[in-house]
């Protein structure tokens, strides 16, 4: 019997490996994207470098495309979308800023700007319209965090005190949006690169198992199975192809870490939990994908992007990167 199990499980994972594919989608933009915010199976929003934001209505078919009036120099680097109207998105530095807008992308109202002195805003995640978080470079040793709410506009600088004290060198990545993930009322995951990469939650400072030491090293996403079971992704990305030391796992809440048999193939800067068991990752160098709770990855495109991510509603799953890239996972 034990045998007859492990050649069915051989060949749904052949199954599964041959049918998976990525769908590239047509995109009149050639900006790079990091920000992807998938609200259910039709309702996509991407931003990006050169003041860009994009929707789609009909699951990637067709894309209404927005430069940002004022901003059309602006790298929004994150984006989160609750609807086919409404959305909020992050430009990183000079100034700082977040946008909001209410009728679908047609205009923008500035809700929070920032012009401190080496602020640099990384990523953001929302509960819901009435709680967000937002992420940035450290500021005097202490990671920048700002809550408030798309709803009401108000945002609130987190004191001083309450935010994590990082290490000579240590810094967050703009990547992919997804460096820091909410997990309850004011409860969030942040992870950490640079010369020193590190896990912060619920108070607690983590060395991550992840390649550290130079400015292009370290952490740069996880995703949250639940409150034990987490993944985090990275590596180097001026080495791309290299696969040393690029993912952690942890089902215990970070007190012990694992890695796969088969690691994702290079550095990686999005992860993303999908369903049962299933995980996915994207980087400079492809897609990979594990069925078994990241014990394995199989690669299943080398089609490079810089983000993943799945539909709040519903199991759609979108990809964005660079050259105005958008692809959409076909299984």
Not at 207 to 227: D, H, R, V
Not at 286 to 309: A, E, L, Q
């Amino acid at each position: 019997m034990l045998r007859i199990i492990l050649m069915l499980t051989i060949l749904l994972s052949h199954f599964f490996g041959f049918s998976q594919t990525i769908q590239l989608l047509n995109s009149e933009s050639k900006s790079s994207f990091r920000g992807l915010s998938v609200v259910n199976e039709k309702i996509v929003w991407v931003s990006g470098s050169n003041g860009t934001v994009g929707r789609s209505i009909d699951g990637g078919k067709n894309w209404h495309w927005y430069v940002v009036k004022g901003f059309e120099k602006t790298d929004f680097r994150d984006i989160e979308a609750f609807d086919k109207l409404n959305a909020i998105i992050m430009g990183i530095d000079c100034p700082a800023l977040l946008l909001k807008t209410t009728d679908g992308g047609n205009t923008w109202k500035i809700v929070f700007r920032d012009s401190t002195k080496g602020m640099f805003l990384d990523a953001m995640d929302f509960k819901n319209k009435k709680r967000g978080i937002v992420i940035g470079d450290p500021i005097n040793d202490r990671i920048f965090l700002c809550k408030g709410s798309f709803k009401n506009n108000h945002w609130t600088i987190v004191d001083s005190f309450e935010r994590p004290v990082v290490d000579s060198g240590e810094a967050c990545f703009a990547s992919s949006g997804t460096n820091i993930r909410m997990a309850g009322k004011n409860k969030y995951f942040i992870v950490s690169g640079g010369k020193s990469s590190n896990l912060y939650y619920q108070g607690k400072k983590i060395k991550l198992p992840i390649i550290q030491g130079t400015e292009s090293t370290g952490a740069n996403s996880i995703a949250i199975k639940n409150k034990r079971h987490f993944i985090v992704v990275g590596g180097d990305f001026n080495d791309k192809e290299n696969d040393s030391n690029n993912i952690a796992i942890t089902t215990d809440g970070g007190i012990s870490w694992n890695k796969p048999v088969t690691p994702p193939h290079g550095y990686r800067s999005c992860v993303e939990y999908i369903q049962d068991g299933m995980w996915i990752t994207c980087g400079l160098t492809g897609v990979d994908i594990s069925y078994h709770d990241g014990k394995n990855f199989s690669t299943i495109s080398n089609i490079g992007f810089h983000v993943c991510r799945k539909a709040k509603k519903g199991n759609a799953i979108y990809f964005a990167g660079g050259g105005g890239r958008i692809g959409k996972f076909i299984y």
